[in-house]
């Protein structure tokens, strides 16, 4: 194969493997982290000790009992006029609050994670023709609400027997959106595997038609710390996205804090592929600078002309020819 087109198909090959280095990252994070519930599970448990997503979930468990009075606890006082949940507000806050900080909320932060995780997993893997294939992904805060209702009786505060623990269903995924993200979830479980591969394959061969092959190595290693910098900044700027389009009513620094725990891994990728892509290709340009010279093996001294003082003694057959 003539030179030119060994560096012209090279650098094609050594191209596309850049380019692909951070859409592969992003989507083997996809397939194998989020949809990994073991991994999700580690990922979300350090949550429940987070300040602000216990605020937040004390506000939101808070707000739903607390309308749950209001449309069945009707207490009329001397005066007539209906009490309603108000005088169970600052009761409910702290309760909420303080449940937030046991033990008990920790196990039901894992444990609600993990089954909506895997509710969510079934729903995306489940076929088209399956019987609960169209039904939205919902979760429960049943259970929650029963143990603030505990602590609040434990306590003595009034009217807490009375509070209604009902089954609410929360959609998680709604029915209408489940047929697009099965597809994109299929698409990203194939993306997850062969984009990586599809990366390394097409460096490995772009390296081995260089002509000159220190070259390609550093330019592919440049190409890697750049596809982990794109990368990094692309999880920054899907934070601010992301922060930037939630509905009124959620908390920020609740769903930050949730953002950056899932991203966590994607991050440290991104900033090992920076760190590895400059690490080669500093060493590779520091060897080209240095040409540290070759060990030579010592050459043989020149034989020296024999003196006259040194010749052979003639032997007698010698002498008497």
Same mark, same amino acid.
């Given at each position: 194969?003539?030179?030119?087109?060994?560096? &012209?198909? %090279?650098?094609? @090959?050594?191209?596309? %493997?850049?380019?692909?280095?951070?859409?592969?990252?992003?989507?083997?994070?996809?397939?194998?982290?989020?949809?990994? /519930?073991?991994?999700?599970?580690?990922?979300?448990?350090?949550?429940?000790?987070?300040?602000?997503?216990?605020? &937040?979930?004390?506000?939101?468990?808070?707000?739903?009992?607390?309308?749950?009075?209001?449309?069945?606890?009707?207490?009329? =006082?001397?005066?007539?006029?209906?009490?309603?949940?108000?005088?169970?507000? =600052?009761?409910?806050?702290?309760?909420?609050?303080?449940?937030?900080?046991?033990?008990?909320?920790?196990?039901?932060?894992?444990?609600?994670?993990?089954?909506?995780?895997?509710?969510?997993?079934?729903?995306?893997?489940?076929?088209?023709?399956?019987?609960?294939?169209?039904?939205?992904?919902?979760?429960?805060?049943?259970?929650?609400?029963?143990?603030?209702?505990?602590?609040?009786?434990?306590?003595?505060?009034?009217?807490?027997?009375?509070?209604?623990?009902?089954? /609410? &269903?929360?959609?998680?995924?709604?029915?209408?959106?489940?047929?697009?993200?099965?597809?994109?979830?299929?698409?990203?479980?194939?993306? +997850?595997?062969?984009?990586?591969?599809?990366?390394?394959?097409?460096? &490995?061969?772009?390296?081995?038609?260089?002509?000159?092959?220190?070259?390609?190595?550093?330019?592919?290693? @440049?190409?890697?710390?750049?596809? +982990?910098?794109?990368?990094?900044?692309?999880?920054?700027?899907?934070?601010?996205?992301?922060?930037?389009?939630?509905?009124?009513?959620?908390?920020? =620094?609740?769903?930050?804090?949730?953002?950056?725990?899932?991203?966590?891994?994607?991050? /440290?990728?991104?900033?090992?592929?920076?760190?590895?892509?400059?690490?080669?290709?500093?060493?590779?340009?520091? /060897?080209?600078?240095?040409?540290?010279?070759?060990?030579?093996?010592?050459?043989?001294?020149?034989?020296?002309?024999?003196? =006259?003082? %040194?010749?052979?003694?003639?032997?007698?057959?010698?002498?008497?020819?």
């Amino acid at each position: 194969m003539p030179p030119r087109l060994r560096s &012209a198909l %090279s650098a094609v @090959l050594l191209a596309l %493997s850049c380019l692909l280095v951070p859409f592969g990252a992003l989507a083997a994070w996809a397939a194998y982290g989020l949809a990994d /519930t073991g991994r999700y599970v580690s990922a979300m448990a350090p949550l429940a000790a987070d300040p602000n997503v216990r605020e &937040a979930v004390a506000d939101t468990v808070g707000e739903g009992i607390l309308r749950a009075v209001d449309q069945h606890l009707d207490v009329r =006082p001397a005066g007539g006029t209906p009490s309603g949940g108000g005088s169970l507000r =600052p009761f409910v806050r702290d309760a909420v609050r303080s449940f937030t900080r046991t033990e008990a909320f920790r196990l039901a932060w894992v444990t609600g994670n993990r089954v909506t995780h895997d509710a969510v997993l079934r729903a995306l893997r489940e076929e088209e023709g399956d019987a609960a294939a169209g039904r939205a992904v919902t979760i429960d805060f049943a259970p929650v609400t029963d143990q603030v209702k505990r602590q609040l009786t434990r306590d003595h505060v009034p009217l807490a027997a009375r509070i209604p623990v009902e089954h /609410t &269903a929360v959609s998680v995924l709604p029915a209408s959106e489940l047929a697009s993200f099965r597809k994109g979830f299929h698409v990203l479980e194939v993306a +997850g595997f062969w984009l990586p591969v599809a990366a390394v394959a097409f460096a &490995a061969g772009g390296i081995a038609l260089a002509v000159h092959r220190r070259h390609a190595v550093a330019a592919t290693a @440049l190409g890697t710390a750049l596809g +982990g910098g794109a990368l990094a900044l692309a999880v920054a700027v899907g934070r601010s996205l992301t922060l930037a389009g939630l509905p009124a009513g959620v908390p920020h =620094p609740a769903a930050g804090a949730v953002y950056d725990a899932l991203t966590g891994t994607l991050r /440290t990728v991104a900033w090992l592929l920076l760190g590895l892509g400059l690490t080669v290709g500093l060493t590779t340009w520091l /060897t080209r600078r240095l040409h540290l010279p070759r060990p030579t093996p010592p050459s043989a001294p020149p034989a020296s002309p024999p003196s =006259p003082s %040194s010749s052979p003694t003639p032997t007698p057959t010698q002498a008497q020819a």
